[in-house]
């Protein structure tokens, strides 16, 4: 068998295709909101809120605007503005940095695992400051970061632990939700999320009662109601017509979730022990949710295999290309080459291939086996 076949295209994630399929339950979800007239909150975000809550494991569930909402959200919950230092992993999506920025604190770098490529407790406790107040682990890829050892370190020191979940719905550790394993959880429904809007969405999640009502209070212009303002807020609202929309999804998730379970599985049986990439671990006790199936190139040219790939009409993509620490608009923080190096070797070698829940038999073997004929001449 040769590649994917003439006009087949396997891609990363087919948003289309999966608005096709429930259309139908969708187009009445929309409906209902617009024959509602609550166009602004109501019973939809609601309902959401209480049918998540549960799922991930805590008492509150807040509906936001975005996943970078959420974390700043949470940031000023915490406290943090000038003066506080919010540790981040090195590598992983900007807004989990950028928020840290916007809430006015200052970003510092911790390194890596090689394993799990989330942040090391090791590294974390090596970069704390007398000015930090606040960790950010992200669950990254789909996986949860080592929080029992996380919180060891940072509870004697009154460090907060804010959980980047905006990767991980679903997934758990040691039968902890993700959503549930910090003060306060921050999470994205960005359209390629393994529980996607159609648009942007976020949602904050705590078992504290008092940091609940401070995120709501954040989130509507830092009022409680009744045009009293006891702190400079924003307006953070999903929107219903949203809420209504991944109410539907919501349905399907565990679906899902089993088929990009079964993909990854595939994947990695195949790629098993090949001395030229290393496929994503699965650390003790987690379950992973694979929103992105990421590798390793451990021989050869990551852009190379990526190039080969594409040739072929398979849909690859990189996340990401430059670690947090040597970003342009972070030059100011001091960092340079060679400071975090396991995150800048995952910047150089990893390559995430589709993994999402609708791939046919045919195009898991076509991408498997164009992976392993070019790993193949690598070594």
């Known amino acids: ?31 209902r909101v617009l024959s509602s007239g609550q166009w602004i909150g109501g019973i939809e975000v609601r309902s959401l809120e209480e049918e998540l809550a549960p799922r991930l494991g805590c008492r509150h569930a807040i509906a936001v605007a975005s996943g970078t909402d959420a974390l700043w959200l949470s940031l000023k919950t915490l406290g943090v503005g000038p003066g506080v230092d919010v540790v981040v992993p090195a590598f ?16 510092i770098f911790a390194d890596i695992e090689r394993e799990s490529m989330n942040i090391d407790p090791s590294s974390f406790a090596r970069v704390i400051t007398e000015r930090t107040r606040v960790v950010i682990p992200v669950d990254l890829f ?30 758990t550790l040691d039968g902890r939700p993700a959503g549930s394993l910090g003060d306060l959880a921050a999470l994205s429904f960005y359209p390629t999320k393994n529980l996607g809007a159609c648009g942007d969405a976020g949602m904050v999640t705590t078992d504290d009662d008092a940091l609940a009502l401070k995120v709501r209070r954040y989130a509507a212009h ?30 399907h998730l565990d679906r899902w979730q089993r088929a990009r ?26 379950r992973h949710v694979f929103h992105q199936y990421v590798i390793r190139v451990l021989k050869g040219s990551r852009d190379a295999l990526r190039q080969h790939l594409a040739d072929r009409g398979i849909e690859t993509g990189i996340y990401y290309p430059l670690p947090l620490h040597l970003q342009e608009c972070f030059a100011g923080l001091g ?9 800048e070797r995952a910047a150089e070698s990893c ?6 829940p609708d791939l046919t038999d045919q195009a898991l073997n076509s991408v498997t086996q164009e992976t392993l004929r070019w790993a193949d001449a690598q070594t």
Request: charged share 20%; net charge positive.
């Open 142 to 171: 789909g996986q949860c970061a080592d929080y029992d050892a996380l919180r060891r370190i940072a509870q004697p020191q009154g460090i907060a632990l804010l959980e980047d979940a905006a990767q991980a719905i679903g997934a």
């Open 351 to 356: 390559l995430a291939l589709p993994v999402h």
């Open 92 to 107: 992983t999506f900007f807004a989990t940095a950028g928020a840290v920025v916007n809430a006015g604190g200052r970003p």
């Open 335 to 343: 960092a340079r080459p060679g400071d975090r190096p396991i995150s």
């Open 1 to 31: 068998m040769r590649g994917v076949g003439i006009g087949m295209r396997v891609r990363m994630l087919d948003t289309k295709a999966q608005f096709e399929s429930l259309r139908q339950p969708i187009l009445e979800a929309v409906e």
């Open 261 to 286: 379970e079964r993909n990854a599985a595939f994947y990695a049986a195949r790629f098993a022990g090949h001395p030229a990439l290393l496929p994503p671990a699965i650390g003790a006790g987690r």
């Open 222 to 251: 830092g009022s409680d109601g009744g045009y009293v303002h006891s702190v400079t807020g924003t307006n953070s609202r999903l929107d219903p017509i949203q809420a209504a929309i991944l109410r539907v999804k919501l349905t």
